[in-house]
């Protein structure tokens, strides 16, 4: 069987960047920047891209190149014991995409009530009450027909979207979406910076405390911030890569991917304390004291900033939920794509008949759960054990698996170089195999503490800590799904196979068929 290509390395570049560039760019990076250190802190982010996420860009890229296959399939290829990994991944991937597809239509629906105001003057309320009507976690009754008819219609464009094929489908959207994206958003960073406090915000934000540089939960907050942005981890890049021709440039790729998303994230800074700063002035609430994160910052900050704007309020609120929409959209397409890659490679499925049974169960599983009352503390929960406890392990696990255990570095950089403009050396092994695994498993432990330490009334960890219980079998099942599955499928050969000899031959640099 024939594997799809992309249709131009620009197409899997652009693809790449719309898998990075997703909400956490938007409402995560710059309240990460603020608290830790403003412009300092840009230091350490620079560090951490370049010794962390750049590394593992590359690692995931060539993994998928040259065993050309979704995660499990390339895994296996690599060495039968990785394939665990691999179907770890994509059961990582089905639990963030049910829940994920959620939030883009709340930023569907927001963009429409950006026209006058529909949010009132208590945006918090009217979030959590009348929009959401949230109540207890395990309360699934009262299915919320707003959210849930948007969310039917968003599955159905991204199943239709992932059917379509790599070229048809990922590529095209990913050509329209990703420029469109940067238009709008970079239209709503010039109007924010025309307004009155603009510049006191971006002043918060840049000014540099270099005294924070020196302590050690800066640098790792650096390292985790780029490590959940880049949308590295859990099987996205590898299977993207699996759909490169043989001479395409790995490190050029994983440097234009890496950039393009640290730019957009200073971009979303520049926007988000730009608007902080003028509420601010308005309010006479200093900047410190505006500032939220993750939901609070997209639904309820930003409406009380638009109900405050002198002028074309409607517009900035539709360009910023429709970013929000456009950036959620892009990186729910990549995530899905892992499982229906994995049931093509793996059972020889045809993609209509994976799209619509893997693709399906997870469109069922996401609107019947989550537009609900319990569906808000459910989606908040969820994020943080797959995030944290998820992804943060699986992620230093792969690279244990493919550096130290299969030991299949050098064979990856050869792979790498041979067509690559700049050239990986024995640093490239060091970030990888070496300072990366030890920076998330510090990561790793010290969010262990948190949580443990937390109690119910913690601001920040109380609901995750009441909720271990569910958290943790999420975040085991994920794990136990993996071993479950490498094993009953350890004697299936893949039915579609890499032609090893073929792969061996050294690659010639050169340009990239198109």
Known sequence: MTRENWGTRAG????????????????????????????????????????????????????????????????????????????????????????????????????????????????????????????????????????????????????????????KGIEAVSKIFIPLLVVMFSVLVIQALTLDG??????????????????????????????????????IMITY???????????????TVGFANSSFEILA????????????LETGVPIADQTYAGVGLAFIAFPQIVNTLPYLAGVFGLLFFASLAVAGFTSLVSIVQVPVAALEDRFGWS??????????????????????VGGLNLLDVSDYFINQFGIAVAAPVSIVMVIWVARKWKDLRSNANATSTFKIGPIWLVCLGVLTPIALTVILVLNVRDLITAGPDDPALGLY??????GWALAIAALAFGLIMALALRRKDSPEPIDEEEAAQPLAAGKEDS
């Open 465 to 470: 800590n009441t909720n271990q219980g569910f």
């Open 241 to 255: 890569a699996s759909y490169l021709r043989r001479k395409s440039d790995i490190t050029t790729s994983a440097l």
């Open 12 to 167: 899997f570049i652009l693809a790449a960047i719309g898998s990075a560039v997703g909400l956490g760019n938007i409402w995560r990076f710059p309240g990460v920047a603020f608290d830790n250190g403003g412009g300092a802190f840009l230091v350490p982010y620079l560090v951490a891209l370049l010794t962390a996420g750049i590394p593992l860009l590359i690692m995931e890229f060539t993994v998928g190149r040259r065993y050309r296959g979704s995660a499990p399939a390339a895994l296996r290829r690599l060495n039968k014991n990785a394939e665990f990994v691999g179907w770890w991944q994509v059961a990582i991937s089905f639990v963030i995409a049910v829940y994920y597809a959620v939030i883009i239509s709340w930023a569907v629906w927001y963009a429409v009530y950006s026209f006058g105001q529909q949010w009132g003057e208590d945006t918090a309320t009217f979030l959590v009450g009348d929009f959401l009507e949230a109540g207890e976690m395990y309360d699934f009754s009262g299915w919320v027909p707003n959210i849930g008819i948007v969310l039917i219609l968003l599955w159905l464009a991204t199943l239709f979207v992932i059917g379509a094929g790599v070229r």
């Open 269 to 280: 800074g520049i926007g988000v304390f730009s608007v902080l700063g003028f509420m601010a």
């Open 351 to 372: 993609r209509g008949k994976a799209t619509g049974v893997i693709g399906g169960a997870m469109a069922v599983v996401s609107i019947v759960l989550f537009p609900t």
């Open 198 to 235: 603009a510049v006191d915000g971006l002043n918060q934000f840049f000014t540099p405390d270099w005294d924070r540089i020196a302590e050690p939960q800066v640098w790792l907050n650096a390292y985790g911030q780029i490590f959940f942005s880049l949308s590295i981890g859990f099987g």
